[in-house]
């Protein structure tokens, strides 16, 4: 069975610093893997996806992730954050194509002035 | 183009009443999916319809159900309500032309569902 763990619940970090949000999956084949951002009281947001190839994927608002499959980790990244970055964030397996999502926990990332 | 639509946004029911929600994928979408974020458990899938039948289920008891209509919108059914199933309910939509858009899920707003 397919899972994510996303090991850190809240993040907290300074506007114009850098973030890292770390993603982990258990899937036997190569895997289908998301990341979505989720406002207070919203849906979710798709912000970049990993099917094949390029294991660096860039993404919307100028987040990129690294798929490592030694690693069994597709960590979220972006170089400076903005105060609207303020969000949850959610990464997310799919078996299959159009397959169901597996979600992590989410991490929490609040961002000081 | 319009995304995932879901209505009501919010609707509140008493315990043992039936709720009724619905969804409209994005235009050229077929899939339909339903997911359940409740507070203290995450986001997890119930439902999944394409083309107009039931495709995959979550770990949900049978009085979660739901259907597609022909043009792709779809309903989820919650009977016999219970104060455990106060939750934000997420439609998502995948489908379309060309493989990129087949692996996609693009989610709506959500309707937040109150049991009192």
């Known amino acids: ?113 | 183009e319009a995304g995932v639509t879901q209505s009501p946004t919010h609707l509140i029911k008493t315990r043992g009443q039936q709720a009724t929600l619905r969804c409209s994928p994005i235009s050229g979408h077929t899939s339909v999916y339903w997911y359940q974020q409740a507070l203290g458990l995450g986001l997890q899938f119930l439902l999944w319809y394409d083309e107009g039948e039931e495709r995959n289920r979550g770990n949900f008891p049978p009085r979660f159900s739901g259907r597609q209509f022909p043009n792709y919108s779809s309903e989820l059914n919650v009977n016999a309500l219970e104060l455990e199933d106060s939750a934000l309910y997420l439609c998502a939509s995948s489908g379309g032309q060309g493989q990129l858009y087949q692996e996609t899920q693009y989610f709506g707003p959500g309707t937040r569902l109150l049991v009192l």
Do not use: M
Not at chain 1, 51 to 57: I, N, P
Not at chain 1, 61 to 78: D, H, I, P, T, V
């Open chain 1, 1 to 113: 069975a397919q899972s994510v763990t996303q090991p850190d619940i809240h993040i907290t970090v300074s506007e114009g610093a850098s973030l890292e949000l770390r993603c982990n999956y258990s899937y036997g084949a190569t895997p289908y893997l998301f990341w979505y951002v989720q406002s207070p009281g919203q849906g979710l947001q798709l912000l970049l996806k990993y099917f094949s190839g390029d294991t660096l994927v860039q993404g919307i608002k100028g987040f990129e992730a690294e798929f490592k499959r030694s690693q069994s980790s597709f960590n979220l990244r972006k170089p400076s954050v903005h105060w609207s970055d303020a969000a949850e964030y959610f990464c997310a397996v799919a078996g299959a194509a159009g397959n169901k999502l597996t979600f992590g926990g989410g991490t929490r990332v609040l961002v000081k002035p």
